[in-house]
């Protein structure tokens, strides 16, 4: 397991959620995402002395743009020859919270187009949790020896 979970900086970041497009250009958009985790995982791996990894665990935010389902279908292909190679790609979930500026009420949307605040109409809120990705768990075979304890 990871002390620290690794952050993913997104290149273009969600100002509100965005409108799910097609599943399978989903795919295409979620591989790169998938690669890049691939390569977080190799650098894990190589720096711990993992041979072999299990299963790697994602929080997703429920807001963070990210098609699970695509994610998921996509991981076979990215961890193909790597360190992760089978390995189960897990979700935990993050529910949306925002806060409103105005009038500092904190709350769960009823749902992500319905982001502001109920009593300060035109106030735009902060997003507390929901657009996260990080890789919070990496589980590796018991078999592997750990030099480091
Ligand atoms: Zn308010």
Known sequence: MLDESIAFGFAEPPVACRAKPDTLLNVVHE?????SIV???NDVASTRGFARIDAVTLQIGECAGVDKDALAFAWD????GS????SRLEFRDVGLNVRCPACGVERRPPSQWELGCPTCPGVAPEILAGREL????????????????
């Open 31 to 35: 591989l790169s995402l998938a690669l």
């Open 39 to 41: 390569d977080t995982v």
């Open 77 to 80: 292909l990215a961890t193909a």
């Open 83 to 86: 360190v992760a190679a089978g």
């Open 134 to 149: 990080h890789v919070v768990a990496i589980e590796v075979p018991n078999d592997v020896p750990d030099e480091g304890s």
